[in-house]
């Protein structure tokens, strides 16, 4: 089957065209859907994609991400997890790209595990199909990583965590990060996870990761840390506590699926193998294609 | 007993003439440590306090807080915990006030609990000092509030937590912050503490934080959360997790005492009522003063 997939997020905008699991075409931009205003999107995706849509008329045209967000094209609600292909296929909502043709937006999910504690995803739960675990969890390490229950080929739950922001706005925006020096050492990414073990609930260490930062500005001011460490220190901190927290509420397995940035799927290899867990690294355009196909497969046009 | 105390920190430059236990004159102004050069601290302090200095031959001066800093007048070492007034006075450094008179600067603490651990303060010694707890519990909320244990009326170890600037950021500087509106909609602070009750760590409830912090944001997008309950609610699920930390770091007491902004007390007191916990508030002036004369007992000019 040939289909046209945009996976069209905040900052970037990227579009292909697939055969069976193979990109025969693609284009992409910095046109995320927080540069555009609103009416803007179909000018957009025409401006890339219109060659395409003449050159393959029958192809189902699918988007994927913050495409269909609020501040996206059209808003697609959230679908309920536990969700598999069949249900996200069925709570695909209808854009026109041109002259009636339709195209197909990708509903998030949304997680509701306990009373008053919601999370959500939009372009992940693609990825996640495509991943080709069935049973298992996948990690997408990022701004916002994400962990993700899968179970008999579908998303049973997921946990969001603030990760890749916190590093952010410690590091470039508040007290913490204000003496740390570069070239870094990375030496510090291993004693920001020694610290986290602080955090991790064995033997009743627990000292809350509000403590452990403000620790980390202790160590540097006193010298203990020296400040080409204290970058690396504030990684190793995070990715150790979002660890910590993950193990907590899903059940720890021996090996976990991973799909994101190469560099950053490395220290989270090294970080989880102090838990003796393996990672599987899955290319994210693989799992992409292989996602929306497995969608498009419950897809009646 | 007269002395001068002069409270100096970051971002203010407070003094006082103390007789006894009474305020007899003050001064303050805007020239904390923060915003003064090397060598321009001597010239601050006689601007206000010259004529203390010769109304009051014979009174000691004293500073206390972030003057004693890198950034201050002249660096005095942190000195290490336990620490009662004797070690406090015993680690006092001097600086030259005027035509070989001299004022001491009091020392802030260092705290290592842990191997790979460190905590410091500047000032709050002088303040928990004067607190009028021998043994037990004092908490002093603020931009990095600190939990203080007492024991035989010496400071025995303690924690500092990075809530107030953590709250700061994520309101005024991150996603999660963004879609809060004004005015507040005080009923989010107890939704924020229901939150933070997920990582209490009460039958394994152990999310974590960088978890609930997202969480904010995917309640507020998804429209469980209103947008005018969005700040307090952060504001509750920080204030909740530095106590989920300190609770699991220090026996939990009775009662505690609070040093601080009253407004913040009464939040802090709303959050420890959940967990039995009563809270008395002391003066901040009154503290200050009694610890500075308990360091001063010990002090051989």
Known sequence: MRFILVDWGTTRFRAFVVDGETIVDRVSSDEGVSALREGQHREVFLKHCRDWLAREPQAPVALVGM???REGWRMAPYAPCPAGPEEIAGAMIEVEVEGGRKGHIIPGLVCEPDAGAVDVMRGEETLCLGAGISDGLICLPGTHPKWVEMKAGRIERFATYFTGEMYALLRHHSMVGRPATEPEDPAGFDRGLDAAERNGGLSGRRVGLLHLIFGARAAAVTGRLPSEQLGPYISGLLTGDEINGAFSLFAKPGRVAAIGDEGRIALFSR?????????????????LIAGLARILAHHRI
Not at 271 to 287: F, I, K, N, Q, Y
């Open 271 to 287: 970080a989880l193998a102090r838990h003796g867990v393996a990672v599987d690294s899955v290319p994210a355009e693989t799992a």
């Open 67 to 69: 495409v269909g967000s």
